[in-house]
Antibody, heavy 121, light 106 residues
Framework: EVQLVESGGGLVQPGGSLRLSCAAS????????MSWVRQAPGKGLEWVSS????????YYADSVKGRFTVSRDNSKNTLYLQMNSLTAEDTALYYC??????????????WGQGTLVTVSS | EIVLTQSPDTLSLSPGERATLSCRAS??????LAWYQQKPGQAPRLLIY???NRATGIPARFSGSGSGTDFTLTISSLEPEDFAVYYC????????FGQGTRLEIK
């Protein structure tokens, strides 16, 4: 069974940084592209970033480009999202997801339960 | 950017009734469209991919249709656990989601 467990969320001041992690199990992590998707409180879903399975190619939504960095450690079955220069608009529940049928042009097949990031002074 | 518009925003129906949810794309996405279900406090769950293919473990009462710019998710006979928010998502271009349709008990 696929399990994705996010961690690292919390309260951070505007302009601050946070690093999210997603521990994966139940599948061959190194064979799948992975993504981050976020959901602001009471709002819809927004794709944030994706990373290829092995070559490390990364992709970002315009709203986070230049501020967020996605990475992965296939030896630890873990996905990361480094978030810098955070603003209130980044407040959301951040989900990691295993993707299918592509890297960025993909569907989100399995999801974690999310980790909440709150940006506020 | 491809914009997905779902209708209606809210759908009020009773258990046993048929639900029809729509998703319209601002440009053709061919058949590269998925549907997700999200219940309160839970992560989204993939229901349908490539417009009409049910994901593993999804009951047969869920079906998807459409291509190009107009898509439909149909729930043939609503069960109590089907009341949730439904999102469409395209992968023809960089991924985008619709704003969601809330399916509520009448």
């Amino acid at each position: 069974e696929v399990q994705l467990v996010e961690s690292g969320g919390g309260l951070v001041q505007p302009g601050g940084s946070l690093r999210l992690s997603c521990a994966a199990s139940g599948f061959t992590f190194s064979s799948y592209a992975m993504s981050w998707v976020r959901q602001a409180p009471g709002k819809g879903l927004e794709w944030v970033s994706s990373i290829n399975a092995s070559d490390g190619n990364t992709y970002y939504a315009d709203s986070v480009k230049g501020r967020f960095t996605v990475s992965r450690d296939n030896s630890k079955n873990t996905l990361y999202l480094q978030m810098n220069s955070l603003t209130a608009e980044d407040t959301a529940l951040y989900y990691c997801a295993k993707v299918i049928f592509g890297v960025v042009t993909a569907y989100f097949h399995s999801w974690g339960q999310g980790t909440l990031v709150t940006v506020s002074s | 950017e491809i914009v997905l518009t779902q209708s209606p925003d809210t759908l009020s129906l009773s258990p046993g009734e048929r639900a029809t949810l729509s998703c319209r794309a601002s440009q053709s996405v061919r058949s590269y469209l998925a549907w997700y279900q999200q219940k309160p406090g839970q992560a989204p769950r993939l229901l349908i991919y490539d417009a009409s293919n049910r994901a593993t473990g999804i009951p047969a009462r869920f079906s998807g249709s459409g291509s190009g710019t107009d898509f439909t998710l149909t729930i043939s006979s609503l069960e109590p656990e089907d009341f949730a928010v439904y999102y469409c998502q395209q992968r023809s271009s960089w991924p985008s989601f619709g704003q969601g349709t809330r399916l509520e008990i009448k």
